[in-house]
């Protein structure tokens, strides 16, 4: 078998933007869950870390536990996961509580035969064959991928960004607009552009909003 065989034989697909979230039934530190019922009309943050009692992976998981108030604003769910025992995950998260009194009170999902890290794509081969990479996967209430985030072993999560994206793809969703570089809360969003002459004339007479030119427009919310 030459190389180029054996690479393609490596390589493990991953669901796109788009998709339907593949399912699965796992073991979780809050019991058995099956994600086609999982978090009924919420949207998902699914998240991998590579190993539990490994340094960023703390600081990441403690992330989320201490701003999972703001995930609850936006009706999403956390869910975590990574290719360590159930057993693992809850002395884990114990340990944290004991040192530094955060608490993960969500689901982390027992992986051990990797059965979800590769239906999701979380095995980079290049990267690691055992340890899952630093996947986020946006999940909205029809199970459907809106959005995916993946990092390498060595470098840790954004958490405002994650809530910033979260926010972005809810507000889109609700008032049919864009958003631009950087955009945050009480930002302007982007209307569209108009696709007709009809609608490009209207545009130009629309003084309610913050034109830079006929085709790229804003407004506030």
Sequence with gaps: MNN???IQKQVISMPRIGDLAPDFEAVTTKGKIKMSDFAKDKW??????????TPVCTTEMSGFATRKGE?????????????????AHLGWVQNVRENTGVYFDFPIIADLDMKVSKA????????SETAAVRAVFFID???????????PLNV???????LRALDALQTSDKHKVAMPLDWKRSDK???????????????????TLEKVDWYLAKKSL
């Design 156 to 162: 840790g999560r954004n958490m405002d960004e994650i």
């Design 71 to 87: 995930f609850d604003e936006l009706n999403t769910e956390l869910l975590g996961l990574s290719i360590d025992s159930v057993h």
């Design 4 to 6: 180029e065989n054996i």
């Design 120 to 127: 999701y794509g979380m095995l980079q081969p290049n990267e």
């Design 189 to 207: 969003v982007i209307v569209s552009p108009p696709k007709t002459l009809d609608e490009l004339n209207a545009r130009l007479e629309d003084d």
């Design 44 to 53: 998902i943050v699914m998240f991998s870390h590579p190993a539990d009692f």
């Design 141 to 151: 209430p029809k199970k459907k991928i809106r959005l995916v985030m993946y990092y």
